[in-house]
């Protein structure tokens, strides 16, 4: 019954892990047409599930046993919900008459992943099965997206019943807005026109909603510079004309200066999260706000909002087309441009004999590389360097934990990437600490022969942790010096996966020009500078243009 | 400000522990709750009264409608509307202050419905400023044990709060 679902949802792959309290589900799919991927860990396999999500926007759907298994998902889950990606989770529980007696890999998983789904069900039995999973698979994919779990207590998956399926599904509480308010639509175009000093503020909204052309448009049409979040990256060209880079913390000082600045924000799929407003109440205080989100939630929740408009991005923003006004940029535009030649990314000081910086490791993986690149990366210095270096071309093109911050995340969501877009060039770039929470999917890629690159950016710290410390802790290094690590290039080759390390330029360009070339997985061990820092930055709960340069400018 | 929700909700196992749950991890503070059916089968209804500001309660209304069972909420403090709790005391009740307690449940069209030779249960029905009157005035006697039921409302008029 579950294997006919899954069918009529036109899910072609399973991500999962077995276990006792699955073996009726396993045993089904043994001769089902679907496809499944296994993993070392659960963890692995939820994050994969997460990429493959975020690569095809359908949603990813895992299989994990009761107890551990389902208590191995946690942090996936939690990570899908704040990063609003669609997953399907279906977890086995003991047999219904031992539900409640702590018996043999029980755990409460409905209880314990309430605040961290979208919506989840304990199913009582086999009838209730086909609504619920038309209802989770409906729920996962639309409105806000986010994580649905299904459990499963054994005896139900034994049971039989009636099969009757229907997609279509009316949820009495569940109707979300994707049409914008026409008078509010109005209000915007109106801001828009009279606007001096306007920015969009995009972001993950506007690649699940796949709203890039239309962004576009707007950003063109009006001559309105753009300004993405790590979530948002891709939903305009990262060589784009009007696009001014990523901003907050470890943002671009131009953006920042430009938020900072403006008359009005028009913020797209966004949420205003601390990492990017900084002190909220210095935040944009020159600026009049539309807001435009799915979720009403979202709405108000941090910042005053003047114009709200509750709707699909991309529907709300082609509506706007349709009536834009644009108003006069040039001057704001050129003083832009001022900036921007006063403040680029900081590429890390060299001298002749520095080491090999990440800053350069980033460039060469994004020269390198051509449109049809998918990049997953994990937490930390590198995912920030990732953010201000690799120029992102396409939506759905940069995979990055972006709410929870799992370090773990982006290796398994490679793999999940590399099925999703099989004639992709799939890019893993990962930090020594990140990579050593899921280093045991290394078997996976290797038994499945995935074409992929393993950008390791290894500093010997846990690279963040220890910039924070340097600038906030007098340099006491507590726990961030990852003493004990491997030998990376000796690992994969034991894994039976190709391996290159490089220690300066010319060493770390020819191995990303190998890894491409090459069939099958690689790892290539960067030994970067191990105690570069993260520039430009903003302290925490400071006004984002409040900038920590590091004596670059 | 004190604010009384009335929340619409399908009656699925866990739907109250979704709601409560949403209160304490986002720090909303519930200060009453009650929970009944309604007219329409497998809908029930909540009345929780929450102590918050008005950008607070905003939030609380929003991320109650996200909650895939609740099916409409509405905030009852901004429209006029009735308020009741029951609450049950038992109060010492020797021989001879029985008639004074009973003088002041009467006063308070409250009832007595239990009597043991030491103590009396009392039930009243009122608002918060009735309840703690009675409360204020019975305490004289000795209240060994309190229970209330928590705050239910509905609207005035003939304006009603539906799931459709």
Not at chain 1, 70 to 98: E, H, K, W
Not at chain 2, 140 to 160: C, N
Request: aromatic letters at 8%; proline letters at 5%; glycine letters at 10%.
């Amino acid at each position: 019954m579950i294997m006919a679902a899954l069918e009529k949802e036109g899910v072609e792959l399973v991500f999962g892990f077995p276990g006792g309290a699955v073996l009726p589900l396993y045993d089904a799919l043994y001769d089902a047409p679907l496809k499944h991927l296994l993993f070392r860990h659960e963890q692995a396999a939820v994050h994969a599930a997460d990429g493959y999500a975020r690569v095809t926007g359908k949603p990813g759907v895992v299989f994990a046993t009761s107890g551990p298994g389902a208590t191995n998902l946690v942090t996936g889950i939690a990570n899908a919900y704040m990063d609003s990606v669609p997953l399907v989770l279906i977890t086995g529980q003991v047999a219904s008459p031992f539900i409640g007696t702590d018996a043999f890999q029980e755990a409460d998983i409905t209880g314990i992943t309430l605040p961290i789904t979208k919506h989840n069900y304990l199913v009582k039995s086999a009838e209730d099965l086909p609504g619920i999973l038309a209802e989770a698979f409906y729920i996962a994919s639309t409105g806000r997206r986010g994580p649905v779990l299904i459990d499963i207590p054994k005896d139900v998956f034994d049971q039989e019943a009636y099969f009757n399926y229907n997609k279509e599904c009316h949820i009495p509480g569940y109707n979300p807005t994707y049409t914008g308010h026409a008078g509010q639509i109005s209000r915007a175009v109106k801001a828009i026109r009279d606007a001096h000093r306007p920015v969009i503020f995009g972001g993950g909204g506007l690649i699940r909603s796949g709203a890039s052309s239309a962004l576009r448009q707007l950003a063109e049409e009006a001559q309105i510079p753009v300004i993405l979040t790590l979530m948002g990256l891709g939903a305009y060209p990262g060589d784009g004309e009007l696009f001014l880079g990523m901003p907050g913390m470890h943002g671009c000082v131009t953006a920042n200066y430009a938020l900072t600045e403006a008359d009005l924000i028009i913020a797209a799929g966004v949420r205003f999260d601390d990492r990017v407003t900084g002190k909220l109440e210095t935040f944009a205080q020159n600026a009049k706000i539309i807001h435009i989100d799915i979720d009403p939630a979202e709405i108000g929740k941090n910042v005053l909002i003047d114009i709200p408009i509750v709707g699909d991005v991309r529907q709300v923003l082609e509506e706007l087309l349709r009536k834009l006004k644009p108003g006069n940029t040039a001057k704001w535009l050129k003083q832009i441009k001022t900036w921007q030649n006063k403040y680029p990314i900081p590429t890390g000081v060299t001298g002749p004999d520095s080491a090999l910086k990440p800053q350069f490791v980033i460039r060469e993986l994004s020269r390198l590389s051509d449109d049809n690149t998918l990049v997953a990366t994990d937490v930390g210095q590198h995912q920030m360097w990732c953010a201000q270096h690799f120029n992102v071309r396409k939506p759905c093109s940069f995979l990055t934990s972006g709410g929870l911050g799992t370090m773990g995340y982006g290796f398994p969501a490679a793999i999940g990437a590399r099925l999703a877009a099989p004639e992709s060039r799939v890019i893993c770039i990962t930090g020594d600490g990140s990579f050593q929470m899921n280093i045991q999917e290394l078997a996976t890629v290797v038994n499945n022969r995935f074409d992929m690159t393993i950008a390791l950016i290894n500093n010997g710290y846990l690279g963040m942790v220890r910039q924070w410390q340097d600038i906030f802790f007098n340099k006491r290094y507590s726990h961030t010096a990852l003493e004990g690590s491997p030998d990376f290039v000796k690992v994969a080759e034991a894994y039976g996966a190709r391996a290159i390390r490089a220690v300066n330029d010319k060493e770390a360009t020819a191995a990303v020009e190998e890894a491409f070339a090459t069939k099958g997985p690689v790892l290539i061990d960067f030994i970067v500078e191990p105690e570069e820092n993260v520039y430009p930055m903003v302290a925490p709960n400071r006004p984002i243009n409040e900038i920590i340069t590091g004596g670059e400018y | 400000m004190k604010h009384i929700l009335a929340i619409l909700v399908e009656n699925k196992p866990g739907a109250l522990t979704r709601i409560s749950g949403l209160f304490s991890r986002r720090g909303f503070n519930i200060e009453n709750i009650a929970v009944g059916e309604t007219v329409t089968p497998g809908i029930a209804r909540m009345t929780i009264t929450v102590e918050s500001s008005e950008k607070v309660i905003e939030q609380v209304v929003k991320q109650l409608h996200k909650l895939i069972n609740v099916i409409k909420v509405s905030n009852l403090s901004n429209e006029p509307s009735v308020t009741r709790e029951l609450m049950l005391i038992k109060v010492r009740a020797e021989t001879g202050s029985r008639s004074d307690i009973q003088q002041i449940v009467e006063t308070f069209r409250g009832k007595v419905v239990d009597v043991s030779p030491d103590s009396m249960i009392i039930e009243v029905t009122g608002n918060d400023d009735k309840l703690e009157a009675i409360k204020l005035l019975l305490n004289h006697f000795g209240i060994k044990e309190i229970v209330r039921t928590g705050k239910v409302a509905l609207l005035r008029g003939s304006k009603v709060t539906r799931e459709a």
